[in-house]
């Protein structure tokens, strides 16, 4: 599977921005995805996973209420909506592919990866 993410850019504090995640390659709802982002200095983090047909989002608790993860299986596409931004949600932002456990917040059970996109909030 090949992932392509984007969306991420520079933003001030109490913004929005909306990452999209494009799969190509494979069968897209034969996976749950994911989204997990990193710091400088910072492990990979997880942040959010949706299950294959998009009933089921799943949040790391500090950010349930501001993100909001979903998906578009006719469009190969996993979303991750960013609401009111704090400087410390600065990091890489990455989509990944499961094809085990929604529940899996461990990067490495993690099967593909996109390539990242950078956010930026400014205070």
């Known amino acids: 599977v090949q992932l392509q993410a984007s969306g991420g850019g520079l933003v001030q504090a109490g913004g929005s921005l909306r990452l999209s995640c494009v799969a190509s390659?494979?069968?897209?709802?034969?996976?749950?995805m994911g989204w997990f982002r990193q710091a400088p200095g910072k492990e990979r983090e997880f942040v959010a996973a949706?299950?294959?047909?998009?009933?089921?989002?799943f949040y790391v608790g500090s950010l349930k209420g501001r993100f909001t993860i979903s998906r578009d299986n006719a469009k190969n596409t996993v979303y991750l909506q960013m609401n009111r931004l704090k400087p410390e949600d600065t990091a890489v932002y990455y989509c990944?592919?499961?094809?085990?456990?929604?529940?899996?917040?461990?990067?490495?059970?993690?099967?593909?990866w996109g390539q990242g996109t950078q956010v930026t909030v400014s205070s």
């Open positions: 949706i299950s294959r047909i998009g009933s089921r989002p």
């Open positions: 990944a592919t499961n094809s085990d456990s929604l529940y899996i917040r461990n990067a490495s059970l993690y099967d593909y």
């Open positions: 390659g494979r069968t897209f709802s034969d996976y749950n």
